[in-house]
């Protein structure tokens, strides 16, 4: 490992190579920085990522000829460049990730990561975001490091050694931090049901956001639950603080929390350093459906843009515009659902846009992509209650849902559902 300037260390990249960038709060940005500032010389160069966290510069319109982002999920700072043609979108489920890589489907030139500085046997931890890291790495031909003092060294699945880092730059950076919004009676009363449907000893999927901190505040007379997800946020160190999250009736990782990434304040990144009750693991484990399934009261709890009244769960996209992918929703929907005891929860607000739309919809708009289809999707809640889906034929499922619709769009829903008869 040679330890060089930013400047330097990106100095090999090439016209036409394909780079792999660490995601999430592990964001690289001061190699990406660099990289960017050898735009004017560089065309066609691929930067291969999921959500990434900061400003994006390489996603700057005037940069289109340099690089060409392709997302394997769209986040916030890269949906203008996708929606406008600049980037390009791959669908896929967050558990395939790693075979991407491995499979040489999405070769790599190189991959830019976020670690901690070596310890005494020369291995560094890949802190906040290990997601498919462990199969881009071996997959690429140069690995470039950001040794960052100030990422905390997560345990498990989250190491690499120095004999695998050919350049490296010093840096003293915190990760990327990320406040949840404020929780909105609306978001406070779909965590009260969700909350509701989780048994003690359960384990846990959830994800980031208000209506996963809002089901949160609702677990605190549970008992000891099991965290196994992809996200990890706050709201789980409030949860291990209280005593509700233990770990102890685990199937399989008993005591530990299980995750593979994480994004949060650093509260959060104080908790995980050197903390071996997190245990840090790739996608192709965390978002495995048979490892999911092995937990027998597994609960997944995701989220929807929209729902139609058969049960078809669009959440990639708003109509035409992509909005963000498809990350680990499949993943843990049919895990947990083909747990014993499990509950696959869709959990979203009954409108958006201030009440003026209705997210349970007769049909989805013309683009919409279908995330879930509607014979994975089993139960649905919003803010006026629970409809169980499973098992159920379409009549009923439009039923259910038009129950928990806002009372402003209950009539409109249903008399569509006349005219498709569904009723």
Not at 109 to 114: G, K, L, M, R
Not at 311 to 317: C, F, H, I, T
Request: charge should be negative; hydrophobic fraction near 45%; aromatic fraction near 6%.
């Amino acid at each position: 490992m040679k330890i060089v300037s930013a400047a330097e260390a990106v100095a090999g990249i090439r016209s036409g190579d394909q780079i792999y960038v660490q995601c999430a709060a592990a964001t690289p940005s001061v190699l990406l920085d660099a990289l960017v500032e050898r735009a004017p010389e560089l065309r066609d160069v691929s930067v291969v990522h999921l959500h990434t966290e900061g400003p994006g510069p390489h996603l700057a319109p005037e940069l289109a000829q340099s690089f060409r982002h392709k997302a394997l999920f769209i986040g916030p700072n890269a949906r203008r460049a996708v929606n406008e043609g600049r980037a390009e979108y791959i669908p896929t489920f967050l558990s395939d990730v790693p075979d991407l890589f491995r499979s040489g489907i999405l070769p790599l030139d190189a991959v830019f990561i976020n670690v901690t500085p070596p310890d005494e046997h020369g291995f560094c931890s890949l802190g906040t975001s290990v997601v498919a890291m462990l199969a881009a790495i071996p997959a690429a031909t140069t690995v470039i490091a950001q040794l960052n003092r100030s990422v905390p060294r997560t345990l498990g699945e989250s190491f690499v050694h120095v004999d695998d880092i050919d350049l490296a730059v010093e840096v003293d950076q915190p990760p990327f931090s990320h406040h949840d919004p404020e929780i909105s009676d609306v978001e406070r009363r779909i965590g009260e049901y969700v909350a509701a449907l989780v048994p003690d000893g359960a384990t846990l999927q959830m994800g980031i956001g208000a209506i996963p901190s809002a089901v949160a505040q609702f677990l605190h007379d549970k008992k000891d639950l099991g965290i196994h997800t992809e996200m990890m946020t706050d709201c789980v160190v409030d949860l291990v603080e209280a005593g509700v999250v233990t770990g102890r009736a685990k199937e399989r990782n008993r005591g530990k929390i299980v995750c593979t990434f994480m994004m949060g304040t650093e509260k959060l990144y104080r908790f995980v350093d050197n903390n071996p009750m997190v245990e840090m693991r790739p996608t192709d484990f965390t978002n495995d459906t048979h490892v999911i399934r092995s937990f027998r009261k597994m609960i997944a709890v995701n989220s929807a843009i929209s729902i139609d009244l058969t049960g078809q769960v669009n959440a990639d996209s708003i109509g035409w515009s992509l909005y963000s992918g498809v990350g680990g929703q499949m993943d843990f929907i049919r895990g947990a659902a083909l747990a014993p005891e499990g509950q696959a929860i869709i959990a979203l607000p009954s409108t958006a846009g201030d009440g003026k739309f209705s997210r349970i919809v007769p049909f989805l708009r013309e683009g919409a992509g279908v995330v879930t289809t509607r014979a994975h999707v089993r139960t649905v809640v919003t803010e006026f209650g629970v409809a169980e889906l499973y098992g159920q034929g379409i009549s009923e499922r439009a039923r259910r849902l038009i129950a928990i619709a806002h009372p402003d769009f209950r009539d409109e829903l249903t008399a569509q559902a006349r005219k498709t008869h569904y009723l």
